[in-house]
C-alpha cells in the first residue's frame, strides 16, 4: 500500500471515530471534530468548529473558530489565525494528555495548545462554555480551575466575562488583537491591552505605535472616558491583586448579546444585538471617534478641547506660536516662567483633564506627603493621588519629566498637581487679588448704574403720570374711555413701547389673584388679564428674588420689540412702577407647549399635521432670530415652555431674557454665568460656557423629540435601560426601529411614516455632540420642508445618558435651580 494510500484510510478511520457526541458541547479524548461538525454551547449562544470568513468565497482556506449560533457568521475567536488549513480537510483531537490538535490532510500539526500538566486521576474534556469560552478541564470537575482555555489567548473580540490583562503569577499579558482584513483573519497592526501591571492603562497601538490610551486608573473609571465603566447595559470591573490584573465588562441584562471589537481599520468598536428583535448588530460607541483622543494631540503641556482644538495649560504658552496657529501642534507648550528646583517652587491644582502618560506609583502617601516627595526631585513635573488599583487606597502618583497627551475632560476628569515656578505663583496670586478686585468695582458700578437707571425710570414715570392726571383729571369719562391706560411713549435705546401704569395691570388681572396665575418661571409668575377695551393680555410679574432681574427684563425689552414674526410673541409693554417690573404680552389662550404636549387628554388633539405644524413654526422662528431678523439672535433658553400656542395652534417663541445678540460675523461667544434649562442645554453650553446657533440648534432638536414622543428628556423612563430620551431616541435609531419612538396617542395620516422619520433624523441631527457637526437652522427648515433633499446620517447625540437627576459636573463655585431653569457660575482655573 502507499503511503498516500495509507494516509487517507488512517484520516477516514479517524473521521469515524464518534462523531455523532458533536451535538453536545463537549468533545472527549480520542474524539476529533472534522469539517462540518461542531460544539454548541448549552445554551445555544455559541458554536465551534470550522468556518471560512467573509462570503467563503476568497478561498483563503478553513479556519477553526467561535461564532454565535444562529445568527449572521460574526466569529469572536480563532485558533489557528495565522495558519488556515487548505480546503476542507481540517481535524481536531483531542489527546489524553489534555491537548488540542489541529491537523491538516496530510495529519501535519496546524495548530496544537502547550503542553499541559494533567494529573494521571484526571480525564480532560474540551468544553464550549456558555461564556464563548473554550475550555480544557477535568471530566470529573464543574469548577473553573482549566487545564487551558482560549480567553487565555483572545483574537480581536473582547467578551463578557472576558479578563483583558496580566495574570501575574505566569506572566501571561492577554489582549486583543484586530484581524488583517475583514476576509483574513490573521493578526492585523492594531492591538487593545490594558498597560501596564505597574500603572494600569488602556492603550489601543498600531504595532508598537500608541494610537489612543485612556487611564491611568483613579478607582472608578480610566482617566479620560466614562464610556468604559458600569453602565445601563454592563457592569465594569477592575481587579488587581498578586495573582491578576485585568479589566472585564458583566451583562446586567442577558437578553442583549455585547462585543467590543478592534476592527482591521484600528477602531475600538462596541457591538450589541437584543435576542428576538435585532435583525443586525447595532454599533453603539465607537471609542476612539474622538479626535481629542488621538495620542499627543497637542504635544507638551496642550490639553485638546471639544472642539478637537489645542490649548496651552495655564501657565504655558505655544512653544512656536505660528506652528500652533496653523494646526501643528508636534511642539506643544513650554513655560512662561522656568523652574528653578527650589523649595519657592510649587503645584496648581488643574481638575477636569484626562492625566498624562508615563505615570509612575510612588509609596502609599498622603497629599502633603506626596507634594513634599515630589518637590524634592528636580524632575518631578506633577503628582496626584489616586485609587490606582482599585482597592480603596490611593497612591501617589507622579509625571516625571514633561507631561503628554492631556485632554479637557470637565464630565469625568481629575485633578492633577503641576509644578511651577514662583514667578508663576506670584504672578497667579495677583492675577487673583485683581480679579476680586474688579469683580467688587464691577459689582458696585453695575449696582449703581442699576439703582440710578429705575429710580430715573421711576421718577419719570411719576412725573409722566402727574402730567397726565393734570390733563384728564379723575372724570369718569376718561376712566370709561381709555381703552389701554398707557404711559407716554419713551423711547429706549432708538425704539418706542408703551407703557402701562400700575392701577391698570392691577385691576385687568383682579389684583394678581392665584385664579389669574397661568404661569410660573426663573423670572416670575405670569398672569392673565383683561383691559377695560376687553382685550386679553398676559402679565410676566418680576419676582423680587428671581433668578433672573432688572438686566433679562430689559435685555428681553429691547430684543423682543424690535423683533417681529409671526412664530413671535407679541410684546405689547411694560410696567415699572414703585417695586414692580412687569411686562404685558398677546394672551395666547393654548398656553405654552409645555402644558400641551406632556398631558394626555390634551395630546389626544395633536395629530400628526398639528404637531408638524407646530415643529415647522418653531424652525421659522428660530431661523428669523438667527438670519433673517435685523439682529441675529441667540435665544439660549429654547424649551417647550417657552413656546406658546394660540387659538389656532400657531407657535410663538418667547422669554427673551438670557437672549444675546450676536454679530454678523461672529461664531460662538463664551459666558461663566450659565443659564438655562438642564435637558434642553447643548454640551458646549453647559459644559464650558460656548453657545452659538447651534446651541439653539441643538435645544430645537431636543424639542422636535419631545413633541414626537410627548415625553420629556430629562424624565424619560425606560424599563430596560437608564437612558434618557436622545440615548433611546439613538439606539433605536441604530436598530432601525425609529417609530417606535412616537407618542401612542398620536394620530397618523396613512401617508405620514416618511415625513415622521424625516423629523426624528433631523432632530438627531440636530443634537449631535459637537457643534460643528449641527445644520444651520436654514438647513433644518430645508429638510423639514423637502422630502426630495437627501439627510445625513446622524452621529451620537451629546448628553445622551444624561438625566434631571444626574446634575452637570461644571466645576461650578455656584449653582441654583428654580422650576426647571438653572443657573451655574463657571469657576476658573
Not at 425 to 444: F, H, P
Not at 731 to 756: A, F, H
Request: proline share 4%; with cysteine.
Amino acid at each position: 500500500m502507499s503511503t498516500r494510500l495509507l494516509l487517507l484510510v488512517l484520516y477516514s478511520l479517524i473521521s469515524l471515530n464518534l462523531q455523532t457526541s458533536h451535538s453536545t458541547d463537549t468533545l472527549k479524548p480520542h474524539q476529533n471534530i472534522t469539517d462540518g461538525l461542531t460544539l454548541i454551547s448549552s445554551n445555544k449562544r455559541f458554536e465551534f468548529g470550522f468556518f471560512s470568513p467573509g462570503n467563503g468565497s476568497s478561498g483563503g482556506g478553513r479556519y477553526l473558530g467561535i461564532w454565535y449560533h444562529n445568527l449572521p457568521l460574526t466569529v469572536v475567536w480563532v485558533a489557528n489565525r495565522n495558519n488556515p488549513v487548505s480546503e476542507s480537510f481540517g481535524k481536531l483531537a483531542l489527546n489524553e494528555n489534555g491537548v488540542l490538535i489541529l491537523y491538516n490532510r496530510s495529519l501535519g500539526t496546524v495548530w496544537s495548545t502547550n503542553n499541559i500538566p494533567v494529573a494521571e486521576s484526571s480525564t480532560p474534556v474540551l468544553q464550549l462554555l456558555d461564556s464563548g469560552n473554550l475550555v480544557v478541564r477535568d471530566d470529573k470537575s464543574n469548577g473553573t480551575n482549566f487545564f487551558w482555555e482560549s480567553f487565555d489567548f483572545p483574537t480581536d473580540t473582547l467578551l463578557p466575562n472576558f479578563k483583558l490583562g496580566w495574570k501575574l503569577d505566569v506572566g501571561l499579558h492577554r489582549l486583543v488583537r484586530s484581524w488583517k482584513s475583514s476576509d483574513d483573519p490573521s493578526e492585523g497592526e492594531y492591538s487593545f491591552s490594558l498597560d501596564s501591571p505597574e500603572v494600569p492603562q488602556l492603550v489601543l497601538r498600531r504595532g508598537s505605535q500608541t494610537l489612543y490610551r485612556w487611564g491611568p486608573f483613579d478607582g472608578s473609571s480610566f482617566s479620560g472616558s466614562t464610556m468604559l465603566t458600569t453602565n445601563p447595559l454592563f457592569q465594569a470591573i477592575f481587579v488587581y491583586n498578586s495573582v491578576e490584573l485585568y479589566y472585564k465588562f458583566e451583562m446586567l441584562d442577558d437578553t442583549i448579546l455585547s462585543r467590543f471589537v478592534v476592527s482591521p481599520l484600528g477602531l475600538l468598536e462596541y457591538y450589541t444585538w437584543r435576542v428576538n428583535s435585532s435583525k443586525d448588530w447595532n454599533r453603539l460607541i465607537t471609542f476612539n471617534s474622538d479626535p481629542c483622543d488621538s495620542y499627543v494631540k497637542c504635544g507638551w503641556y496642550g490639553s485638546c478641547y471639544s472642539l478637537s482644538t489645542c490649548k496651552c495649560l495655564s501657565g504655558f504658552t505655544p512653544e512656536s506660536p505660528l506652528d500652533w496657529g496653523l494646526f501643528s501642534y508636534s511642539g506643544g507648550c513650554r513655560r512662561r516662567h522656568e523652574l528653578k528646583c527650589s523649595h519657592r517652587d510649587g503645584f496648581v491644582k488643574y481638575e477636569g483633564l484626562k492625566l498624562p502618560d508615563n505615570p509612575i506609583v510612588w509609596a502609599n502617601y498622603t497629599d502633603d506627603e506626596c507634594e513634599a516627595m515630589c518637590l524634592k526631585n528636580c524632575s518631578c513635573m506633577a503628582y496626584a493621588n489616586l485609587n490606582i488599583y482599585g482597592n480603596g487606597s490611593s497612591r501617589c502618583v507622579v509625571w516625571i519629566g514633561d507631561l503628554v497627551d492631556l485632554k479637557n475632560f470637565p464630565n469625568g476628569g481629575d485633578q492633577i498637581y503641576i509644578r511651577m515656578a514662583h514667578t508663576e505663583l506670584q504672578s497667579i496670586a495677583d492675577a487673583k487679588r485683581k480679579r476680586v478686585t474688579i469683580k467688587i468695582v464691577s459689582v458696585a458700578t453695575v449696582v449703581g448704574v442699576l439703582v440710578l437707571s429705575i429710580g430715573t425710570i421711576w421718577y419719570i414715570s411719576w412725573l409722566m403720570r402727574e402730567k397726565r392726571k393734570d390733563q384728564i383729571g379723575r372724570s369718569s369719562n376718561a376712566q370709561q374711555s381709555g381703552s389701554f391706560q398707557y404711559m407716554e411713549e419713551t423711547q429706549d435705546e432708538g425704539f418706542q413701547l408703551p407703557l402701562f401704569d400700575l392701577e391698570t395691570i392691577f385691576l385687568a388681572c383682579n389684583n394678581f389673584s392665584e385664579r389669574n396665575k397661568i404661569g410660573q418661571g426663573g423670572f416670575g409668575s405670569v398672569y392673565k388679564g383683561e383691559l377695560s377695551n376687553g382685550q386679553e393680555i398676559a402679565v410676566k410679574r418680576l419676582l423680587e428674588k428671581s433668578i433672573q432681574g432688572v438686566e433679562e427684563l430689559k435685555n428681553e425689552i429691547i430684543l423682543i420689540a424690535k423683533l417681529q414674526h409671526r412664530n413671535l410673541v407679541k410684546l405689547l409693554g411694560c410696567c415699572i412702577e414703585g417695586d414692580e417690573t412687569m411686562l404685558v404680552y398677546e394672551y395666547l389662550p393654548n398656553k405654552s407647549l409645555n402644558n400641551f404636549i406632556y398631558d394626555k387628554p390634551t395630546r389626544k388633539l395633536l395629530t400628526w399635521r398639528k404637531r408638524y405644524h407646530i415643529i415647522k413654526g418653531v424652525a421659522r422662528g428660530l431661523l428669523y432670530l438667527h438670519q433673517d431678523s435685523r439682529l441675529r439672535i441667540i435665544h439660549r433658553d429654547l424649551k417647550t415652555s417657552n413656546i406658546l400656542l394660540d387659538s389656532e395652534l400657531n407657535p410663538k417663541i418667547s422669554d427673551f431674557g438670557i437672549a444675546r445678540i450676536f454679530g454678523t460675523d461672529q461664531i460662538q461667544e463664551m459666558t461663566k454665568r450659565i443659564i438655562g434649562t438642564y435637558g434642553y442645554m447643548s454640551p458646549e453650553y453647559a459644559m464650558n460656557g460656548h453657545y452659538s446657533v447651534k446651541s439653539d440648534v441643538y435645544s430645537f432638536g431636543v424639542i422636535v423629540l419631545e413633541i414626537l414622543s410627548g415625553q420629556k428628556n430629562w424624565a424619560f423612563h425606560h424599563p430596560d435601560h437608564d437612558l434618557n430620551l436622545l440615548g433611546h431616541t439613538w439606539m433605536l435609531w441604530n436598530r432601525r426601529l425609529p417609530l417606535e419612538i412616537l407618542d401612542p396617542t398620536l394620530v397618523q395620516e396613512p401617508s405620514s411614516g416618511n415625513q415622521v422619520i424625516r423629523c426624528i433624523q433631523v432632530s438627531l441631527l440636530c443634537v449631535q455632540q459637537y457643534p460643528e457637526d449641527r445644520p444651520k437652522m436654514s438647513t433644518v427648515y430645508s429638510m423639514l420642508s423637502y422630502e426630495k433633499m437627501e439627510l445625513p446620517e446622524p452621529k451620537e447625540p451629546g448628553f445622551c445618558r444624561e438625566s434631571y437627576t444626574k446634575k452637570f459636573d461644571t466645576s461650578a463655585s455656584d449653582s441654583s435651580t428654580l422650576n426647571e431653569v438653572t443657573m451655574t457660575t463657571l469657576g476658573g482655573r
